[in-house]
């Protein structure tokens, strides 16, 4: 079966169009456009173009099918790619480990804990002098 639709990107002046229209509309580089008609009807019965048609470069054919539908549709795949849930969720930020300068690890340790605790004897030696 004869691919009779196809999505194609066209350049009208300096923007960049996309559409569904008859793979006969497309020749060579060229997207023919029907001059002063209604386009869907145009669409509807497979015109061929002629000469008095107006010519736009063709930029790409992003998909061709038998079925109009599938055209259409196609549109809607590729856009679902591109806004996957993941791109939809804020970015997770990514947790920084803290490191501290000062830390000290194995031998130098035990002489930090021991002043620590050396510390806290004599302070809870002090007599409490709140009303005894």
Request: proline content about 4%.
């Amino acid at each position: 079966m004869e691919n009779i639709w196809c999505r194609a990107v066209w350049k009208e002046d300096d923007q960049e169009e996309e559409g569904v229209i008859p793979s006969v509309w497309v020749k060579e580089n060229t997207v023919m456009w029907p001059r002063g008609v209604n386009v869907l009807k145009a669409m509807k019965e497979m015109r061929h173009p002629d000469d008095s048609w107006i010519k736009f470069d063709l930029v790409k054919l992003k998909f061709s099918s038998a079925k109009k539908k599938e055209c259409e549709q196609y549109n809607l795949t590729t856009t679902a790619e591109f806004s996957s849930s993941d791109e939809d969720e804020p970015a997770r930020r990514q947790r920084k480990r803290k490191t501290y300068d000062d830390f000290v690890t194995g031998s130098g340790m035990e002489q930090t804990s021991g002043s620590c605790a050396h510390e806290e004897s004599q302070t809870q030696k002090k007599p409490n002098n709140s009303g005894n």
